[in-house]
């Protein structure tokens, strides 16, 4: 078997959220005891909590939402590149950055923005990705990319441009991965958003799996 990295958050109680959003919740409906066979529980949450996928519904009222998104772009091949050196707080990912660390053809993108991943609480300041850098990697066929901070743009944009950006270029988008001990290199990533109608995002189970 080859080896899978679950590159994903923990859902709980206390997980960070956005700031202002909704916290996760999750409450037991039916205790099972002597009349009833079974647990069964309901969860209030945020459909950007957590590890996640946007849906173009997110950042354009006439985007197609969770359940219409085709699903090609979330499974496949993938390159993990480790960008934690050479970002600080508050920094833009350009074009630059990643000029020589992309391959000329690149399926899907995953890029390590923090040194270690903040599970304990929100980090305000996290590095974002510039339009540009978008722009580069739809040039190299990029269809995914994949990001550990919470947004591809910093946390107080109101023009979302990069976003915006990979909205033009076709791009899907992975928010919040856990990218700590994964070496860079490329695996299978897996990370299917919920067929929620009317949903802008959803959380995804996102795994890499060792490639032979
Ligand atoms: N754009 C962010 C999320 C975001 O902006 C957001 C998420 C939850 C609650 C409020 C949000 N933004 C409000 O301006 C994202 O890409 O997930
Ligand atoms: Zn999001
Ligand atoms: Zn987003």
Redesign the pocket.
Known sequence: MNRIYDISQTIRPGIP??P??AKFKLKRTWVIEEECPVNVSKMKM?T?TGT?A?SRL??DEEGIDCAETPLDSYVGPATLIDLSGDVVANDLVDAAHLANRLPDRVDRVLLKLFKAFPHEGWDPDFPAISPAAIDLLAERGCKLIGVDV????PQDSKT?DA?FAVYRAGIA?L?GLVLDDVPEGDYELIALPLKIEGAD?SPVRAILREIP
Not at 150 to 153: A, E, I, M, R, Y
């Open positions: 959220v956005w202002g959003d945020s950007h996640h946007d997110h950042f919470p947004s591809l743009d979302l976003h988008i928010e995002g």
